[in-house]
């Protein structure tokens, strides 16, 4: 789209200012009224500051009553990254232009002139000319004291719509059609709306991909998703006429380019610190959880302080009872009158935890979002989201919980690290959870860097199977000889006579199928399933397998996590393959014995070797036993039976 | 310690050889579904039957070298034709229906299946330009096709039937126009676009014909009566150019129009475009119409 700058004159001093909606500036500094109204809501407000200093003043001035002397608007409307670009220069340049023999007219020309040429715009200039602003007749309105009386209602009108969308667009970063969809009809002139709340500085307009600050101007940066230049796109617009750069990162969250328009909306105001003393009892947590729980209250609660660390890693092993864990922390915040985030890589871990966060939390308004959610424009006091969500907040929540955060697609990818880190409000704390935490983490939680809690027994109690190593042949070379290692074979004939719904994980989508026919042959048994990605059915699988109408599901990663069956065995295959890494291994094996009743389900790690991965997850599965053990946390069983048969059935 | 200085030798081998691994894979990506493409692409000889073969041979290597092979073997390439009019697969009862055509035939390169659809949405409403170039292209067997078909069709006399390009043929490509808001609002005009990227390397001039009057709404709410009524009187030709145009073109026979759209639904749409084009001429217009979806 396209903008206009302007000049005023205000007390004596010249100001630039950039408009999407000039009409609604002209009535501003020139005619009494629609100040008048924004000051009674600005002091409810309190916001104003949040602009640059020169437009700061100016806008001050204005609302202490005095209005402009002068008003001259540029002719030419300019894509609106230049629009915002030449302000920018005359702010830089303020102090010389107010000495300078050349009238603020002249240097204008100069801003709008470098501002085109630094976009690298065509030579040669378009209409150099600007117009005077009329001010108000002082009988504009006097003809009629009727027609007065409904200017003012129109100029109040005005500025409450502003002040309504200025509070709707509190802590998001939305596109034009974003904020228009958002809004809805709240405003009758939704660009006038916005535009007077920028001007008040209840929030900021700005280009969705802009200049990097202090870069060659070419070099642009999303400013929605923060990809660089390397994912920007250039392309003739037809909507500012000129080669125009759109982010093909974050595409398909709608197009941010150069010349659309991001609404940032104002940051959360900050939280009072302090313990609300919290009550922990009516959680029914574990001891591990609640000790873990209460350092992580401990830090959300603290004071804020600029320079602190605002990171706080939970590292709960698998079927720790995480998101039990995070009930008090977010109870906390909304006891202080705050806005909380769970967001989370995947879709189905969101609408799982949905009904779970709603019951937990009965009173708050709980907005669920993610690709195709039906509240996407709602607001409240808890928000679940999936990472890509995140994208259309600024600065908007009290405490951010990342849960999975070495998932995919969150994990590695710089574009939901810059969208989780831009939705946090400044004071806010954010809480990563995570089983597995990636190395980097890791290193930090152990050098002191990063506050952790460590929650290293399952809610149950009873210590994490210990996977076993089992050589095997590779699943091509199984199902290519249409048979099993006779061990494998014993394992898995006995973990149905007892009872058990068995996980088979296998590397490639393309040998779920085949896999899960072979299983079923030589099982004997009906009730086997594949499934994976491209499972349409999925969903209905997972839960027949959940009810035991399906006994042994044939899968890959994608139902690594989130999923949890009562009595369960895990057997993955290929556990040497390349992708099957250290957390993902550790995530697969954390599908056995997850329930109380049953808390030794098996772990087989097959494959041809021992790779490093294997032997770390192990290592990890075992490291975190013994911390669980030497802090009293596992029940008191005999280990020794315990590991007497398991000696025994792997024989 | 040389059993473990041995394991962690083992052990770096094996991640290397992963590495290896990794880095040996073809890292092309598919435009369209986003999957890395294995370097076995579907060759165009392996399509099954020989008219297609022949059809998609005017297909550019570039294009074959963008797409994966489940995404190619998707496209519902419209070939053969069963009614000459409207180019659609099956007969038609609209051209029964439609009397006193301004143009003559349309012919478009693939059905408007739920897939084209989804392609077409990810270019025109996300605003995804790079697949532009790829649309663009699946095209070019049409552009042979109606080529073919205007040839058979014409009747002037120079032409001798073997040697004939579309570069000798048309005397113009022109487009749909879209209104100043959608251009606002889309950042770019379709059919402007693929007629760009049609005329180039055919070497056809581009003009730019028409101006759309007023917004309509968008077009698939309405049926299709609403539709005919609605698009009459949207277009007019821009008289300039049209001189322009007619004074380039030899007097002597009608001057040969290719009219590029996107979507032809019930072909309304393009007889506005050319009433529209015949209106303002003043010598007589053979107007075709290349479109790249039949729905």
């Known amino acids: 789209m396209k903008a206009y700058v302007y000049l005023v004159c205000v007390g004596g001093t010249w100001s630039a200012q950039m408009t999407i909606a000039p009409e609604v500036d002209r009535l501003f500094w020139m005619e009494e009224g629609l100040a008048e109204a924004a000051v009674v809501l600005d002091v409810r407000l309190g916001r104003i500051g949040n602009k640059e200093r020169g437009q700061r003043d100016a806008v001050e001035k204005r609302l202490n009553g005095e209005r402009a002397e002068e008003g001259w608007i540029w002719d030419e409307p300019l894509p609106l990254g230049d629009a915002v670009r030449c302000v920018e220069l005359w702010d830089l340049a303020a102090g010389s232009v107010a000495g300078s023999a050349v009238g603020p007219l002249a240097s204008l020309a100069a801003c709008v002139e470098q501002a085109r040429r630094e976009a690298g715009a065509p030579r040669g200039p378009g209409k150099q000319s600007a117009r005077p602003w009329a001010r108000a007749a002082a009988d504009a309105g006097g003809s009629s004291p009727g027609a007065a009386r409904a200017a003012t209602r129109a100029r109040e009108a005005m500025a409450a719509a502003a002040l309504r969308a200025a509070a709707a667009l509190q802590g998001r970063a939305l596109l034009r059609s974003e904020a228009h969809a958002l809004l809805g009809s709240a405003a009758a002139d939704t660009g006038g709306a916005l535009q007077l709340a920028q001007l008040l500085g209840w929030l900021r307009l700005a280009g969705a991909v802009a200049a990097e600050h202090g870069r060659r101007r070419r070099e642009c940066r999303c400013r929605r998703c923060g990809s660089g230049e390397a994912r920007m796109h250039r392309t003739a617009c037809a909507a500012c006429g000129r080669m125009c750069a759109y982010c093909s990162a974050c595409l398909a969250m709608g197009r941010s380019r150069e010349c ?19 009550d922990l009892h009516k959680w029914q947590l574990s001891p591990a959880q609640a000790a873990a729980t209460e350092s992580a209250l401990r830090f959300i609660e603290a004071p804020y302080q600029p320079q602190s660390q605002r990171e706080f890693l939970l590292w709960a092993v698998t079927g720790a009872g995480k998101t039990e864990m995070i009930f008090p922390l977010v109870e906390s915040v909304l006891l202080r009158g705050g806005r909380a985030l769970i967001a989370t890589p995947r879709r189905d871990v969101v609408i799982e935890l949905d009904p779970r966060i709603r019951r937990a939390f009965p009173k708050a308004r709980v907005v669920t979002l993610y690709g195709g959610s039906e509240q996407r424009w709602e607001e409240g006091e808890i928000t679940l989201a999936t990472t890509h969500q995140l994208m259309r907040f600024h600065q908007a929540f009290d405490l951010v919980i990342i849960d999975e955060l ?60 210990v996977p076993a190593l089992l050589r095997t042949p590779s699943a091509a070379k199984l199902l290519q000889a249409g048979k099993l290692p006779r061990a494998l074979l014993a394992a898995l004939n006995r973990s149905l006579t007892r009872g058990a719904q068995l996980f088979v994980f296998v590397q490639r989508i393309s040998q779920v199928e085949p896999m899960a026919k072979l299983l079923s042959l030589l099982l004997k048994q009906p009730a086997v399933e594949g499934t994976s990605s491209q499972d349409p059915l999925r969903a209905d699988k997972v839960s027949r397998f959940r009810k035991s109408e399906i006994r042994v599901l044939v899968t890959t990663t994608i139902l690594e996590r989130g999923v949890t069956i009562p009595r369960s065995d895990v057997y993955i295959l290929d556990a040497d393959g390349r992708l099957f890494d250290e957390a993902s291994l550790v995530q697969m094996a954390g599908r056995a014995g997850r329930s109380g009743d049953d808390p030794n389900g098996f772990v087989y790690f097959c494959g041809r070797e021992r790779t490093r991965s294997q032997l770390s997850a192990v290592s990890q599965i075992r490291g975190m036993n013994r911390i669980a053990g030497k802090q009293g946390y596992l029940l008191q069983e005999g280990p020794n039976v315990r590991s007497f048969w398991r000696r025994w059935l792997n024989r | 310690m040389r059993s473990l200085l041995r394991q962690f030798f083992q052990r770096s081998t094996h991640d290397i050889h992963h590495a290896l691994q990794w880095l040996s894979t073809s890292s092309s990506v598919c435009l369209f579904c986003g999957k890395e493409s294995s370097k076995t692409f579907l060759s165009r000889a392996s399509h099954s039957a020989g008219g297609l073969q022949a059809y998609l041979s005017y297909l550019p290597a570039s294009f074959t070298q963008s797409l994966c092979s489940s995404c190619q073997a998707a496209i519902p390439w419209l070939t053969p034709i069963k009614c000459r009019i409207c180019g659609r697969g099956i007969t038609c009862p609209d051209c029964i229906r439609l009397q006193d055509a301004s143009f003559i035939a349309n012919r478009s390169a693939v059905q408007y299946s739920s897939e084209m659809r989804e392609w077409l949405a990810q270019y ?140 032809y639904t019930t072909g309304s749409t393009i007889q506005a475009c050319a009433a529209a084009l015949h209106k303002q001429a003043s010598k007589p217009l053979d107007i075709y119409a290349l479109t790249w979806a039949r729905s």
């Open chain 1, 260 to 278: 659309e328009l991001l609404v940032l909306g104002m940051p959360a105001p900050s939280l009072p610190a302090g313990s609300t003393s919290a």
């Open chain 2, 124 to 263: 025109k409403y996300r605003g995804n330009e790079k697949l532009e170039l790829l649309l663009a292209q699946m095209m070019f067997p049409a552009l042979a096709a109606i080529t073919k078909e205007a040839v058979s069709r014409d009747s002037s006399p120079p032409l001798s039937n073997t040697s004939i390009t579309p570069a000798i043929f048309w005397d113009a490509l022109t487009f749909v126009p879209v209104s100043a808001e959608r251009a606002e609002e889309r950042g770019f005009n379709q059919a402007e676009r693929f007629a760009s990227i049609l005329s180039r390397p055919h070497h056809i001039p581009l003009y730019d014909l028409l101006i759309r009057e007023r917004h309509t709404e968008k077009q698939s709410f309405k049926t299709r009566a609403e539709r005919m009524k609605d698009t009459r009187r949207l277009f007019q030709a821009k008289q300039e150019t049209m001189n322009l145009l007619q004074a380039n073109v030899n007097p002597s026979r009608p001057i040969r129009l290719l009219l590029i759209d996107d979507i």
């Open chain 1, 406 to 465: 070495d998932a995919f697609p969150y994990h590695g990818d710089p574009m939901l690290h810059y969208a989780a880190e831009k939705s946090r409000a400044p004071h806010a704390p954010k809480l990563l959870l995570s089983a597995t935490p990636p190395a980097e983490l890791q290193r930090r939680a152990r050098s002191g860097q990063l506050p952790h809690a460590r929650v290293p027994v399952r809610y149950h109690r009873h210590p994490l199977p």
